[in-house]
């Protein structure tokens, strides 16, 4: 069992910067293709980007955020990254890192994904 643990989301004004963060105590995340996906109040969980084991950890972005938000990941902490910049109000929702081993084809939806963490709270606003 993988226990994924988010933090780093918060209150940002429109084009401000967020960096969130995803890691777990059990485990590499390496062995796992790693994903975030988001979710709206009265909406499902949106694929933001997942990073395919696979495909050497190359990321896939979602069309709403290429160019503006950057997976990385640091090896030695087994930790991952999504640095978030010009963020939108649309932006808006909670963030769920996600890993598994999904097949290329089906990396944006969220049944691929076996662990997940708790989600952390992004708020754009002025």
């Known amino acids: 069992q993988v226990q994924l643990m988010e933090s780093g989301g918060g209150l940002v004004q429109p084009g401000g910067s967020l960096r969130l963060s995803c890691t777990t105590s059990e485990g590499s995340l390496s062995s796992y293709t790693i994903a975030w996906f988001r979710q709206a109040p009265g909406s499902g969980r949106e694929f933001v980007v997942a990073?395919?084991?696979?495909?050497?950890?190359?990321?896939t972005y979602a069309d709403s955020v290429k160019g503006r938000f950057t997976l990385s990941r640091d090896i030695a902490k087994n930790t991952i990254y999504l640095q978030m910049n010009n963020l939108k109000a649309e932006d808006t929702a909670v963030y769920f890192c996600a890993a598994g081993s999904p097949i290329y084809s089906s990396m944006n939806r969220p049944s691929s994904y076996n662990y997940w963490g708790q989600g952390t709270q992004v708020t754009v606003s002025s």
């Open positions: 990073a395919m084991r696979q495909r050497g950890g190359t990321p």
